[in-house]
């Protein structure tokens, strides 16, 4: 009876205890593309999170490559609609995106970094 | 080896090897794109005129994603032919982009000169009014380009900066009405036995704010013998989008040494004196509102502007300023987008000077422009 209360009782204290592999609230990361910058430029990230990013264009198209990766987004212009992706960094790096559809004079200057740190590194 | 060193090096060889990155299909648009300007220009008391102002190609392509080609060839007023006063073509743009680190960028071939708002931001959706700011036109030389290598880059914070060297200013070119913009050699067997200097700083750590500032320094007097004309460009802009109002702001001041043995030795040469002034000046603020912002054409943005731009603002001894070059502009009118790469424009010009005796100028213009 003795053993079977306190399997019953560590089930309660199980129950009762903070669920501690709950969900992480999965960021948002909202970027305003216009000619010729992104805001933010600079996205700071852990190894492994998961962030959503949602970008917008203020004027023309745009597009948004991350370097060594598959993302490579074409940004509609100017108007209710975005594009939205899902991305994850397994390494700690220095990840740059660039603007990727010609959209004026200064396009080559459309540039930012994703940094991702080694969750021990993160600011 | 030093550890800054060693990290220096494996910048740079890790720059290398992406640079031989091949390029992969992606999101990219298509390698030719440009923009077109048709205007309506009715300048009281001539007669309208109906000019296709500018027709641009730009054609782009990506040999990998970290070298790239730009190019730009434009068509002035339609049509260009020979020893005939017209229409001309400029290659505006052939440069090459070799991309290597997000804080240091090498581009080198035909560039524009990263001088002021417009020069960079010259589509039309981008700017108000059916004609560039007459500050972007006789202070600052808009569209500004020169042959020459030059370096870019963001340096954190929001910072990003452009240095070139190019090919200097003609001062045998230089007038009183038009300022330094008729000196661009535009990289046409331009002459280098002096190089010009031009440099960009760009802050954008603030949201919703872009502030610049950028100097152009070079010595122009190479066609002109005996004088030593060096030409100082110094400019300071600003501009603030934030929901539907956007602010933007320039200033721009020129200096130009031995003017006065400049203006000698041209009239010398010419008969007449072009009483190129030592210093000129030009500012301009600007105030746009999106009072129609329901989506695709249902976009309307209103907007003022105010100018003072003077190419006799401070003359040489012995030199008496034209106070019809003394001038100051309103521009009220409106831009509306069918769809955010077409604009509609329209807008009321009252063009006066400092003369007393030239009496001012009402102009109204239409416009319609695109980018694709």
Known sequence: MQTLLRVL???????????????????????SAERFSFTPSRIDLRVGEEVDLVVTSDDTSHGLRIEGTEVDLAIPKRGPGDVRARVSFDKAGHYEFACDRMCGAGHNFMRGVIIVRAPAASR | MPPRTTLVLATAFQAALLLGTPATAGAQGSPLSGYMELHYNRV???????????????????????IRFVGELEVEHAVVEGLEEGGEVALEQAYLDFLLTRSF????????????IIN????PPVFNG??????????????????????????????RYRVLATAPLDAAEFSAAEGIREGQQHGAEANVRNVAATGRLEYLGIAHLTIGGSFWTGDSSFSVRGVDSAVRVGEADARYHRGPLELR???????????????????????????????????????AYRIWNAGAARDLVAFVRHENFDTQYRMPDGFVPLKLYDRHAWIVGATYFPEPDIAVKVDYVRLANESGIAKPSHGFNVGLGWWF
């Not at chain 2, 071939?109 to 002021?116: A, E, F, N, Y």
């Not at chain 2, 009483?275 to 030009?282: D, K, L, Q, T």
């Open chain 1, 9 to 31: 009782g560590c089930f309660a204290l199980l129950l009762m205890m903070p669920h501690a592999t709950a969900v992480q609230e999965r960021r948002i990361v909202r970027i």
């Open chain 2, 44 to 66: 009281e008391p001539q007669d309208p005129i109906l000019d296709f102002h500018r027709f641009v190609l730009v054609m782009s392509h990506g040999f990998t994603p970290r």
């Open chain 2, 105 to 116: 960028n090498l581009r080198a071939g035909m560039m524009l000169v990263p001088v002021g």
């Open chain 2, 130 to 159: 059916v004609e560039r700011p007459f500050v972007d036109t006789f202070i600052i030389p808009t569209t500004w380009f020169e042959a020459g290598v030059g370096a870019h880059g963001e340096i954190g914070n929001g910072l």
């Open chain 2, 120 to 123: 960079e931001r010259h589509e």
């Open chain 2, 249 to 287: 702001g320039e200033f721009a001041h020129v200096n130009i040494s031995d003017a006065d043995r400049l203006n000698v030795a041209l009239q010398r040469q010419t008969g007449v004196s072009p009483n190129v002034a030592s210093a000129m000046r030009g500012f301009y603020g600007e105030a």
